[in-house]
């Protein structure tokens, strides 16, 4: 099956730092997801992107679409505490009946004050 | 109230015991899945069903089953659970209606299950 690497696993970072993670997968994606999972509750979407070099904004986060199909990335600026847990890259195929998703290993964030 | 809810939130159990976690929505979504969450192994799906006469098997399907009782609810069985099946599991729900071009799931809060 397909096989999404996100990097970093995770990160140490202070309040107001700026981060990046990524994902890179061995084949194409139709749709990349990003999602973030706070500390004991599920997974929440945080940006979707739909096409080959899309860059989306939400806020501080920042999301593009790699232009080959097959990477993403995030970007937060200047991190507060509730940035803190952690993050999955998702790929997704539609078409037929298929539109299960994909999902990186995470990279979890912890943000000192 | 929740959209997604599962039940327990937290299970122990032993060795050769029948488990079933529930999963509860009211969303109106069609499609459910079920993930099992490992530590540094991210989200890996177990089962999904894209309605109600609708099951599929995921990735990691061995040593489990599923139970589509009605569009809102879906059911995960480990007939006889085992160590190595203490995990984080979570449900999840997701529509795609016409025109929509992703398939954005909602996630419930996860069972925490342990088997000793």
């Known amino acids: 099956g397909q096989q999404l690497n996100q990097s970093p696993q995770s990160m140490f970072i202070q309040e107001g730092e700026d981060v990046s993670m990524n994902c890179t997968s061995s084949s194409i994606f139709n749709t990349w997801l990003w999602y973030k999972q706070d500390p004991g509750e599920g997974p929440v979407l945080l940006i979707a992107l739909y096409k080959a070099g899309e860059l989306t904004s939400n806020g501080r986060l920042t999301a593009q679409f790699g232009i080959t199909r097959k990477d993403s990335f995030l970007n937060i600026s200047a991190s507060i505490p509730s940035d803190v847990g952690i993050y999955f890259c998702a790929g997704q195929n539609s078409g037929g009946s298929n539109y299960k998703l994909t999902f990186g290993k995470g990279t979890l964030l912890t943000v000192n004050p | 109230d929740a959209d997604v809810t599962q039940t327990p939130r937290n299970r122990i159990t032993k060795t050769g015991k029948r488990i079933m976690l529930e999963c509860s929505q009211t969303?109106?979504?069609?499609?459910m899945y079920w993930y099992r969450q490992d530590p540094g192994l991210g989200l890996r799906l177990i089962y999904y069903?894209?309605?109600?006469?609708?099951?599929n098997k995921g990735e990691i399907s061995d040593g489990y089953s599923v139970s589509r009782q009605a569009q809102a609810k879906f059911s995960l069985s480990l007939e006889s659970a085992i160590p190595n099946q203490t995990a984080l599991y979570f449900c999840?729900?997701?529509?795609?209606?016409?025109?929509?071009?992703?398939?954005?799931?909602?996630f419930g809060p996860g069972t925490r299950l342990t088997v000793l």
């Open positions: 969303k109106g979504h069609d499609r």
């Open positions: 999840a729900t997701s529509d795609l209606g016409s025109g929509m071009s992703y398939n954005e799931q909602f």
């Open positions: 069903s894209f309605d109600v006469k609708d099951i």
